[in-house]
């Protein structure tokens, strides 16, 4: 309850005392003599006890309680602070669900375009697969078509070789035309890069060539070619076919002299 304020001591409240229930105004309360009767609003806030009613002279002041309660006001402060913080963080909130669905956006049409990208990617590379493949068969056609233009004179020769042969007087003649032919086939392995393997007066070369036989021999030392049985090739250095040779065991061991 508030206190009664004082009023002060004048000629006309001199000596009147008046009840603090007539000051308050409460219910039932007769206004003093000579004074008018409060209004009719007053009374309605009395009753809903929305203020307080402070005398001052002859007038009847009304005071709102929420002007007069300092702990009220600071709950309805902190009741608006409390109703605005959840709109605050609600801000927030839909900031983020904003960006995270940009984001997941984004993310989609990256995803979308390195599919594309892997799909071009693979079609390319199956395309470029079996266009080398393509390029391989053409290059070993064109290979197999240069040997054949090469070596076809050498047939050519050959069958006039054997035609020559049947009407010759004699085989020395016959010969003659077949090592043509030979040469001439060799020539054309060289020119395409094949080459023979020298064996014959060679040290032996278990690389290059294959040893059949072994026999002992005064003319070679132990460890040379003294015959070859199947000339071998090779290409660049790249061994087509070996050798097959006969190698020289060296000269036989002369026999012990005899005991005396």
């Known amino acids: 309850m508030s206190r009664r304020p004082r009023i002060p001591e004048t000629r006309a ?9 007539d000051v308050r105004g409460g219910p039932g309360a007769q206004p003093p003599p000579g004074r008018p009767s409060p209004p009719e609003g007053a009374e309605a806030l009395d009753r809903a006890d929305a203020g307080l009613r402070i005398a001052s002279g002859s007038r009847l002041v009304i005071v709102p309680r929420a002007m007069s309660d300092p702990e009220q006001n600071g709950a309805n402060d902190e009741a608006g602070e409390t109703a605005e913080a959840p709109a ?8 983020r669900a904003t960006t995270l669905e940009d984001k997941l956006g984004e993310a989609q049409a990256e995803a979308a375009r390195m599919r594309e990208q892997l799909l071009r990617t693979a079609a390319d590379f199956d395309n470029f697969r079996k266009r080398s493949r393509r ?3 053409e290059a070993q056609r064109r290979g197999r ?15 006039r070789a054997a035609t020559h042969a049947e009407s010759a007087p004699d085989a020395k003649s ?17 020119r ?4 023979r393997i020298p064996a014959v007066g060679k040290p032996f070369d278990p690389s290059v060539h294959e040893a059949i036989q072994q026999i002992e021999s005064t003319e070679h030392p132990a460890g040379v070619v003294i015959a070859e049985v199947q000339p071998g090739y090779i290409l660049g250095d790249y061994l087509i076919r070996a050798s097959m040779v006969v190698v020289s065991k060296g000269p036989p061991a002369e026999p012990a002299p005899a005991a005396s």
């Open 13 to 21: 409240n001199r000596g009147s005392e008046r009840p603090s229930a």
């Open 88 to 95: 605050e963080r609600a801000e927030p909130a839909e900031e």
């Open 135 to 137: 390029e391989v068969d």
């Open 145 to 159: 078509e240069t040997i054949l233009k090469d070596l076809l004179p050498v047939f050519d020769n050959l069958e």
């Open 174 to 190: 016959v010969a003659d035309g077949v090592r043509i032919v030979l040469k001439q086939f060799l020539d054309t392995l060289e």
């Open 192 to 195: 395409m890069g094949i080459k």
